[in-house]
């Protein structure tokens, strides 16, 4: 009889409470920005939980669904929501997604944690050195429809390798490079979010990766505070937002990598080897 094929080393379940928290935070911090809430997510789940980076992520992606899903109803109703720019996003970004998923088997734990503070503080600079970026006339043109499709295939890795669901980095794009304005951005984001958070999510729970109850918890327990947050968003000076958001990934960004940096400098800083004998 042959033995079933290993599968990541079982955590102890996580506390309901602490996964209800979570995604309440995640859930506001969803809607307001437009983002999956995977930069929120992942961090607490391997702070709070104590759940390796690997899992955390597999277990965020999961959850961005339902949150994604009730910000993007309070977009709509507001119709701050962009399906034009959306598609050629959503093409490239399930393709992406599905890439990006099957290297998080293989891809160590430490670069998953570098890649996620690469993409967070990428995105936190943008936020902090030019809040509240000038909007203009959206193009929905043909060649400019088509150049969001390679981006979105990026962004999609991006998010099946670190678990934000890549409004993080598509808000900005979409604000700097075609003059899109913020709350349309971050609706389009949450759109794009959807699809991408369900492919990853799938191939996920079959690699058996990740936590569903965990994902539910979080997903369920968000859903009210991403509709809220999200009609609070398209009243918000988009300045004071940029700025606070900015601020928050900057502090996700360093909370993730900060093992590492512990690490790094209890070596450097370590008793020097004793003199060798003569």
């Not at 034009?84 to 430490?110: C, D, E, F, M, N």
């Not at 971050?186 to 794009?192: D, I």
Request: proline letters at 8%.
């Amino acid at each position: 009889m042959t033995s079933p094929a290993p599968s990541s080393p079982a955590a102890p379940p996580s506390s309901a409470g602490r996964l209800a928290a979570i995604g309440v935070v995640a859930g506001f911090m969803s809607g307001l920005f437009g983002v999956g809430g995977g930069v929120l997510v992942v961090p607490a789940l391997v702070a709070l939980c104590k759940q390796d980076q690997r899992r955390a992520v597999a277990t965020s992606l999961m959850a961005i669904g339902p949150l994604a899903i009730s910000g993007l109803v309070g977009y709509a109703i507001h119709r701050q929501v962009d399906v034009y720019l959306a598609v050629p996003l959503v093409i490239g970004t399930v393709a992406g997604a599905w890439v990006g998923s099957t290297l998080l088997r293989t891809v160590s734990l430490p670069a998953l944690r570098w890649l996620f503070a690469a993409a967070t503080l990428a995105a936190a600079f943008r936020l902090v050195l030019d809040p509240g970026v000038p909007a203009g006339e959206v193009d929905h043109g043909f060649w400019t429809l088509a150049l969001l499709v390679p981006i979105g295939l990026a962004v999609g890795v991006l998010s099946g390798l670190t678990g934000i669901g890549g409004g993080a980095v598509m808000v900005p794009i979409m604000q700097l490079g075609f003059a899109v304005p913020a709350a349309l951005a971050k609706g389009t984001s949450l759109l794009v979010v959807l699809p991408t958070s369900l492919v990853s999510g799938v191939r996920n729970v079959r690699a058996r990766l990740g936590s569903v109850r965990d994902a539910a918890w979080i997903g369920l327990s968000g859903m009210v505070a991403a509709f809220a947050a999200s009609n609070v968003s398209v009243r918000l000076p988009q300045v004071v937002a940029d700025l606070l958001f900015g601020l928050f990934l900057i502090f996700v960004a360093l909370r993730t990598i900060w093992p590492d940096l512990r690490a790094w400098w209890a070596r450097r800083s370590g008793p020097e080897p004793p003199p060798a004998q003569p």
